[in-house]
């Protein structure tokens, strides 16, 4: 089986149900509180895995329940997890997660023991980079860990999808040679500098990032699908249509479900496909882990 190597954040989701997000000074009544393994690392590791990719998953857990619960989800879910580090007396990340009515969310995290996975910890694993056949990270670990990842990656030759979120500017070199850029329209706007405003906005950005050196680029929208643009042109994949209760996680469903198909198909188009009918089962019940399908589940 090919391997999935992902390098990223692992965190406790303290969830809570509001009718409606507050606005800033506000206090809504919530409900149905609860605690759940998330982190966007390990969010797609979780995918990957269940979904049949063969997944080796890289970060720091503390020395805490949260950190011991971490690991159990990504082990449950057929993750490896032998090198997922513990950082002694130091808490485990932590994510506030509040989502209202419509499915739409708004969170708060605290890094925690992810932002001890250092430099140094990624270049003893160079070796495990190296047998990969995808490379994924995203931006809850230190910059300059996943610099590094990046770095030994494209010297081994290793495609690396990168899911740029949270968003942040990058220098281009960050963005030469990646197989995959997978961002949502803020991120997009946020690594181009360009307003996304009309659909026609998206291309245009997502061009000037395959400039940079990017071989494709696959942008979420939400209800409004998926746009794929690489140097043939740009393809739109319609979203399925579902009765959304949670969004949390479903862009972390996208990317993982995207690497397992990929990995088994090399068709980019197929795995979006795939990728999307995972996200749309995903945003179907609450929570991140909780709500991302097994491979049964799609069938």
């Not at 979904?51 to 080796?56: F, I, K, P, Q, R």
């Not at 082990?75 to 419509?102: C, F, K, N, P, R």
């Not at 940079?212 to 249509?241: C, E, K, M, Y």
Request: charged fraction near 15%; hydrophobic fraction near 50%.
């Amino acid at each position: 089986m090919a391997k999935i190597l992902i390098i990223g954040s692992a965190n406790a989701d303290l969830m809570l149900a509001v009718p409606v997000l507050p606005k800033p000074g506000e206090t809504v009544r919530g409900r149905d509180f609860v605690v759940a393994p998330g982190g966007k690392g390990a969010n797609q590791a979780v995918a990957a895995a269940r979904l049949g990719g063969e997944v080796s998953f890289v970060g720091c857990i503390g020395d805490d329940a949260f950190g011991s619960s971490l690991r159990g989800a990504l082990s449950d879910s057929g993750v490896d997890v032998s090198h997922l580090q513990v950082a002694a007396g130091v808490a485990s990340g932590i994510a506030m997660v509040m989502t209202e009515a419509s499915g739409e969310n708004s969170i708060a995290i605290s890094g925690g023991a992810n932002d001890r996975l250092m430099p140094e910890d990624i270049d003893v694993l160079a070796a495990l980079i190296g047998q990969a056949s995808l490379l994924i990270c995203q931006f809850e670990s230190p910059m300059a860990t996943v610099e590094r990842a990046l770095e030994l990656a494209r010297s081994r030759g290793v495609p690396v999808l990168l899911n740029p979120a949270p968003a942040r500017p990058i220098a281009d070199s960050w963005l030469d040679g990646l197989r995959f850029l997978v961002p949502n329209r803020h991120e997009l706007a946020t690594l181009s500098g360009l307003a996304i405003n009309h659909p026609g906005d998206i291309e245009v950005a997502a061009r000037q990032l395959l400039a940079s050196g990017v071989q494709t680029v696959i942008v979420t929208l939400g209800r409004d699908g998926v746009a794929h643009i690489d140097s043939a042109g740009i393809t739109i994949h319609p979203a399925p249509v579902v009765d959304a209760v949670d969004t949390t996680g479903a862009g972390d469903t996208f990317v993982g479900a995207f690497a397992a198909h990929w990995c088994r198909s090399a068709d980019t188009d197929a795995a979006i496909a795939f990728a999307q009918r995972a996200a749309a089962f995903s945003v179907t019940s609450r929570g991140a882990q909780a709500s991302m399908p097994w491979l049964a589940d799609l069938d």
